[in-house]
């Protein structure tokens, strides 16, 4: 089995194969992609849809290198829909599986991430995915995208802090890491509040959508063709829709 994994912005180094290695075995390997052209990070609706044409050339381009499926790093899903409609491997995307995941793992959850002025975007996700009822809260740590790996001890307190918050305040008893740039510290985060007497699960997107999408290779599964069916065959500038 083959799952590509497309970072949908063109900064390099803020994901590498090594983020992934443990999760390969001797039947899975990953592969990786990022965008030739579009954002260096995805922090509005104007990021995203500058990152959703080559998301979809990418996935394309996956299909017929021969993955098995191709899973959207990062928790806006740029181009998921869109994506599904023109390939027939599973295609998924970070944030709608997480937050489905945490609806299945508790009453409610907090979605906890890079900045503010994301609430919007991340609103519109929940009701689109239908898990209003799901959702206790949205919380922010105010550290963009791009700065999250200068001090992983600040990033580490606020993400538990704000988790806390989410808890006590809130009334969230699971945590969705909001942004896939928080890659490995749901362990620091769940160990944090096991000391406070909170035994609450921590999601962790990539990790969790990559054993969501190999689940789906092996169960012969993908999505359904009559929800997304294949674009109507037309002059289209710049795309190979072809097989």
């Known amino acids: 089995m083959n799952i590509e994994l497309l970072t949908p912005i063109i900064t390099r180094g803020v994901r590498t194969l090594d983020d992934v290695r443990p999760l390969e075995h001797e039947n899975l390997k990953i592969t990786h992609c990022l965008l030739e052209s579009g954002p260096a990070s995805i922090e509005s609706k104007f990021d995203e849809a500058l990152a959703v ?5 990418k996935a394309i381009e996956a299909e017929r290198n021969g993955a098995g499926a191709v899973v959207i790093d990062c928790m806006g899903d740029p181009g998921l829909h869109a994506c599904r409609e023109a390939v027939s491997i ?21 979605f906890i991430t890079v900045l503010d002025r994301i609430r919007p975007m991340v609103e519109d996700l929940v009701s689109a995915y239908g898990l209003r009822e799901k959702y206790a809260s949205f919380q922010a740590v105010d550290i963009p995208v ?25 009334g969230a008893d699971i945590v969705v890491l909001g942004c896939t740039g928080f890659l490995g510290c749901a362990e ?20 969790a959508t990559v054993l969501v999408a190999e689940a789906l290779i092996k169960a012969g599964i993908s999505h359904s063709k009559h929800a997304y069916p294949c674009p109507e065959k037309k002059p289209i500038a710049g795309y190979d829709l072809s097989p």
């Open 53 to 57: 044409p080559d998301t979809l050339r």
């Open 90 to 110: 599973p295609v998924l995307g970070a944030g709608q599986t997480a937050m489905h995941l945490a609806s299945m793992l508790g009453h409610r959850f907090s």
């Open 146 to 170: 791009l700065e999250l790996t200068h001090d992983l001890d600040v990033l580490n307190d606020a993400l538990a802090e704000k988790a806390m918050v989410s808890i006590e305040q809130d």
């Open 188 to 207: 620091a985060m769940r160990a944090s509040l096991l000391t406070r007497g909170y035994d609450v699960p921590v999601i962790d997107p990539i990790p």
